[in-house]
């Protein structure tokens, strides 16, 4: 049943029990189902599908044909097993034909979007996936399911994020890349698998970030990925000399972290491979 109230239009199926904030536009054809929470200031042009627990900030433009919230696309999942979660921030564009997943119960049990994203038309975040904010997703560029991504990220069109893996914040993933490992914050990367090119620079000098801070990382990025030796002694020694900077260990403390192993510089193989860092 659609309430008739300013803003809705007449073609669209809105259930009873959505909760529909302030100033919300809901076109043509759009469809709301019974759980979803939308904030102030949303609009959904024609054709949108929100389903499942969803809920949406403020200020969200929703494009035709995108569809968050439905059934996630796993197959250990029926009919009868519950749904998660899917919690979308404020100030975010999803263009068209979008699809973004709620969580399952084999994951986090929610999928988060926070705020000022940009998801170009055809792009995809899989179930329990994490977005930070600020990102940019490309035509077509897909986050798998447990997958994360950090803020002010851009995923080039057409790129592919695996289970599991994660983008650092303010990384560049380039068109067509495949990314099987981990994309340490502020690197660039790109071909399939993914490997490491260098720094975001243009990212990074576009982030504001002052020059200092953008040799420093360039320092410890080359001596953490472009060194022989153990990559404990190489994570050592980058921490001793350069650790004091914020950024720095932030990278370092990713690499740390890592449960898959993070992509490794084109053409180096032997000991800083991505084996070893999976493994540690």
């Known amino acids: 049943m659609t309430p008739e109230r300013p803003g809705i239009h007449p073609t669209a199926v809105v259930a009873e029990g959505a909760e529909i904030g302030k100033?919300?536009?809901?076109?043509?054809?759009?469809?709301?189902?019974?759980?979803?929470?939308?904030?102030?200031?949303c609009i959904l042009h024609s054709h949108v599908v929100l389903d499942g627990d969803t809920i949406l900030g403020e200020r969200n433009e929703l494009f035709p044909f995108a569809a968050l919230g439905a059934r996630p696309q796993d197959k250990k999942l029926t009919e009868k097993t519950p749904v998660g979660a899917l919690r979308i921030g404020s100030g975010?564009?999803?263009?068209?034909?979008?699809?973004?997943?709620?969580?399952?119960?084999?994951?986090?049990?929610?999928?988060?979007?926070?705020?000022?994203?940009?998801l170009l038309a055809a792009s995809h975040i899989g179930h329990d996936a994490i977005v930070g904010n600020n990102v940019v997703f490309t035509n077509g560029a897909m986050a798998a399911g447990h997958s994360t991504v950090g803020d002010r990220a851009i995923l080039g069109a057409v790129c592919g994020i695996h289970q599991y893996a994660r983008v650092g914040a303010l990384a560049m993933v380039g068109a067509g890349a495949m990314v099987s490992?981990?994309?340490?914050?502020?690197?660039?990367?790109q071909g399939d698998r993914a490997r490491l090119v260098g720094l975001n620079l243009v990212g990074l000098r576009r982030s504001g970030l002052p020059s200092e801070s953008i040799i420093r990382l360039k320092r410890a990025f080359r001596l953490l990925f472009w060194r022989t030796g153990s990559i404990h002694d190489r994570i050592a020694a980058v921490r001793e000399s350069l650790g004091t900077d914020p950024l720095v260990r932030e990278m370092l403390d990713f690499?740390?972290?890592?449960?898959?192993?993070?992509?490794?510089?084109?053409?180096?193989?032997?000991?800083?491979?991505?084996?070893?860092?999976a493994e540690h």
Do not use: W
């Open 92 to 118: 975010n564009q999803i263009r068209e034909y979008v699809t973004i997943h709620p969580g399952t119960p084999f994951g986090k049990g929610v999928t988060v979007l926070g705020d000022n994203n940009m």
């Open 23 to 41: 100033d919300v536009r809901i076109g043509p054809y759009c469809l709301v189902g019974p759980r979803v929470r939308i904030g102030d200031g």
């Open 255 to 277: 690499v740390e972290d890592s449960k898959r192993g993070v992509v490794v510089p084109r053409g180096r193989v032997g000991p800083t491979d991505e084996l070893e860092l």
């Open 181 to 189: 490992r981990d994309v340490p914050p502020y690197a660039l990367v």
